[in-house]
């Protein structure tokens, strides 16, 4: 997967890998490895965009979340510390997935994308993939926005001025799903089948994951919802830094 949105041009963290990372039979725990660059290009001093680094975790190649810089040195130690966490969580969950399957082999895979990276917001969409044995895997979606002036966390549900639950059946029209997929969605927004999961800025519109409590269907949630800026209600409703971001996207 590969965005490129606002200012600098990006190559965030690579694609989901297909294949299984590989099984350390050591039972020693995973360590964080040295940061690897991943920037194409540096960011003017002015610039009001994020650049990344990218951190591999040990034998779980799969967990690929950024450290981001090129930012106010008080932003960024705040935006790296909540995706220290998010990164930590991630290990956690990979190696108790690992210890589930024992000695079978296990997938446990979480990588974040930028959604938007321009007018001083930076929001990450993170998707992935676990499978810890027995019959099913589970697909794994999040997402993170902040203000990188700050490095403040935003809301985008809250800042949408829409409802969760206006947001969710909003979100249904821009679907990126396939056929199946979308008349599942469609049929079944509003009930506890399909729920949201979090909310993302991207140059369309605000994203919308889904937790989809469906087993069969479990897999739709790899895709996101969209609520396109005009579609969006009064522009005094959205909250700041996502007001002018919409104003200027709906001309």
Not at 4 to 10: A, D, E, N
Not at 120 to 147: E, K, Q
Not at 154 to 176: C, F, H, P, Q
């Amino acid at each position: 997967m590969r965005s490129v949105y606002g200012l600098v041009s990006i190559a965030v963290v690579a694609s989901l890998s297909a294949c299984q990372p590989p099984v350390d039979d050591s039972g020693a725990e995973p360590t964080e490895m040295a940061q690897t660059k991943v920037i194409e290009e540096e960011p003017s001093s002015d610039s009001d965009a994020a650049t990344f680094d990218e951190m591999q975790v040990s034998d779980l190649e799969g967990i690929k979340i950024p450290t981001v810089s090129g930012i106010e040195t008080a932003a960024a130690d705040r935006i790296n510390t909540a995706l220290t966490s998010i990164r930590q969580s991630a290990v956690k969950s990979a190696t108790e997935c690992k210890a589930a399957a024992g000695s079978n082999p296990f997938t446990y895979e979480l990588s974040a994308e930028p959604g938007y990276n321009a007018d001083n917001v930076l929001s990450l969409r993170m998707t992935g993939h676990s499978f810890c044995g027995g019959a099913n895997g589970s697909t794994l979606v999040d997402a993170r926005t902040f203000d990188l002036t700050t490095g403040e966390e935003i809301d985008v549900v809250k800042a949408s001025g829409m409802s969760s639950s206006e947001l969710l059946k909003a979100s249904a029209k821009g679907y990126a799903g396939d056929g199946n997929c979308k008349d599942f969605v469609d049929s079944n927004i509003g009930t506890d089948q399909v729920e949201i999961n979090s909310a993302f800025v991207t140059k369309d519109g605000i994203g919308v994951n889904y937790d989809i409590n469906v087993g069969a269907a479990e897999s739709c949630a790899a895709d996101a919802g969209n609520v396109a800026w005009t579609a969006l209600g009064d522009g005094t409703q959205i909250a700041e830094p996502l007001r002018t971001i919409a104003a200027r996207r709906k001309k």
